[in-house]
Nanobody
Framework: QVQLVESGGGLVQAGGSLRLSCAAS????????MGWFRQAPGKEREFVAS????????YYTDSVKGRFTISRDNAENTVYLQTNSLKPEDTAVYYC????????????????????????WGQGTQVTVSS
């Protein structure tokens, strides 16, 4: 079992940047595909970005393409979400999540976007973007 802890959230003005981190403990993160999701008040949790276990395949929701970048450092057991050009509509609690992924299995984009496929979740970090 892996435990996930997010950090790096905060209050930022529109146009600013934040780097979110997701640190894992308990198991090596290199055995998991990872995703970032977010949930705004009164809205459902939505997919933001994902990355496969080796870091070679990434997916993004359309609204963050060109602004957000997901990456991972398996040696540090950490996944990152660099958020640039932030907008007020990016305000939400951001969660990282993990899916066990064997070496010979590739997940489709549809799978990576589906929150029900993720086995482990962090507690979330708040991102607030002021206009």
């Amino acid at each position: 079992q892996v435990q996930l802890v997010e950090s790096g959230g905060g209050l930022v003005q529109a146009g600013g940047s934040l780097r979110l981190s997701c640190a894992a403990s308990g198991r090596t993160l290199s055995s998991y595909a990872m995703g970032w999701f977010r949930q705004a008040p009164g809205k459902e949790r939505e997919f933001v970005a994902s990355i496969n276990r080796s870091g070679t395949v990434t997916y993004y929701t359309d609204s963050v393409k060109g602004r957000f970048t997901i990456s991972r450092d398996n040696a540090e057991n950490t996944v990152y979400l660099q958020t640039n050009s932030l907008k007020p509509e990016d305000t939400a609690v951001y969660y990282c999540a993990a899916i066990p992924q064997s070496t010979f299995i590739s997940f489709s984009e549809a799978t990576m976007r589906d929150s029900t496929r993720y086995d482990y979740w962090g507690q979330g970090t708040q991102v607030t973007v002021s206009s």
